[in-house]
């Protein structure tokens, strides 16, 4: 009773207090106005597109990346995109893929390719977060549109790291003649958000023009690159190496723990309708449960040459390539002449694509010669 009776007294207290210091006043406070809410930053563009690569397959399986021989068709690539930059010097860039893989799938499936924020202040020091595409091996670096053939090399494939979550240091320097990229990555992958363990792969590349100027009226330059990584990993999925971390189950895992080194080298020619590529990729293996040994090196080259003819509608190319994934086996060594025709009826943004495939899978191979052929439709909006 007594607690009830002082709750009342100090609210009456409290009241009275609250209208007396109303009445003092000669006239009401004005509303406080609402508070407007700007925009961190303004984006001066803002850009959505998109990919699509419809793909028809026939004729052998081919090397390891194609599942069998069955014909088929397939969404090579189908992507949507969005860029835009900030006044604060900053871009960014979302892209997803609906499709994307070679190999047999049950179902479409959305993932994630690129997702970065680069800060752009300094053509010389950009720095860039996210995930995106590691900066080793030439092919690997070259926008997946505007390849030349269908498919990049085996030993693009296999010995490059791809896309990985991580930051990265990159410019151009001497009037864009000399260019760098140097990056730490998770090493484990695209779409983790994991690192395996708590080492960083360590990525750098450098290339330049030493030469540029005209040939027979038409313009001409020579490019050179070079990179390298360096890498310890845990559990990680490497194929076609012959790696067991389980030796006493029947198959291989192809689960890699222990060191990597890799390094590449590359050039191109261009000269008006005529481009030359040539790249060679190494990378030596140190796996800590010392198999298949102690340490080996897997590598390969590609050398492609291109023409464009017919008022610039049509692409032709010829490629060579061979990739070893173990230098201590003999007669595992994969080998690739490719021919190609590209009808470019509005450049890159509107092509077909005809590539014809002869592979030969090593002499440990009972496989005969494989022969493929590869049609595709492409569009970019």
């Not at 690192?195 to 360590?202: C, I």
């Not at 310890?232 to 030796?247: C, N, Q, R, V």
């Not at 690739?336 to 450049?347: A, C, P, V």
Request: with cysteine; hydrophobic share 40%.
């Amino acid at each position: 009773m007594r607690a009830n009776v002082r709750r009342l007294v100090v609210l009456g207290f409290s009241f009275l207090v609250t209208a007396g210091g109303g009445l003092a006043q000669s006239a009401p406070n004005p509303p406080t106005p609402p508070t407007n809410v700007q925009p961190a930053g303004v984006e001066p563009t803002l850009a959505f597109g998109g990919l699509i690569q419809a793909q028809l397959e026939a004729g052998d399986r081919g090397d390891s990346r194609w599942a069998n021989g069955n014909d088929r068709f397939l969404l090579r690539r189908a992507r949507l995109n969005g860029t835009g930059r900030f006044l604060q010097d900053f871009d960014f860039r979302v892209e997803i893929d609906l499709a994307g893989t070679l190999a047999n799938t049950t179902g479409l499936r959305a993932q994630l390719t690129d997702g970065y924020i680069n800060w752009n202040r300094y053509s010389m020091a950009n720095v860039r977060v996210g995930q995106f595409k590691t900066p080793f091996g030439f092919e690997q670096l070259y926008s997946d549109p505007r390849l030349i053939t269908m498919e990049r090399s085996l030993v693009n494939d296999r010995l490059t790291l791809n896309r990985q979550l991580g930051a990265q240091a990159s410019g151009d320097l001497l009037d864009k003649r000399l260019s760098y990229a140097v990056g730490e990555f998770n090493g484990n992958g695209a779409n983790n958000n994991f690192n395996d363990n708590e080492k960083f792969a360590l990525v750098g590349r450098l290339s330049g023009i030493p030469w540029q100027g005209e040939v027979a009226g038409q313009k001409a330059s020579w490019s050179l690159g070079a990179d390298a990584f360096g890498s310890e990993d845990t559990g990680l999925a490497l194929p076609d190496l012959g790696l067991d971390s389980t030796p006493a189950t029947k198959d291989l895992d192809n689960l890699f723990t222990g060191k990597r080194r890799g390094s590449g080298f590359d050039s191109q020619v261009h000269a008006g309708p005529l481009d030359f590529w040539v790249e060679y990729l190494a990378t030596r293996f140190e796996p800590t449960d010392r198999l298949p040994f102690a340490s080996f090196n897997a590598s390969g080259w590609y050398a492609q040459a291109s023409w464009i003819f017919c008022g610039g509608h049509l692409q032709a190319v010829a490629k060579a390539e061979s990739f070893d994934p173990d230098d201590r086996v003999s007669g595992d060594a994969v080998t690739t002449q490719t021919y190609g025709l590209n009808y470019l009826i509005k450049g890159h943004d509107l092509k077909l694509m005809l590539d014809y495939l002869r592979t030969d899978l090593g002499s440990n191979n009972p496989l005969p010669r494989q022969q493929k052929l590869l049609a595709r439709l492409q569009v970019i909006f």
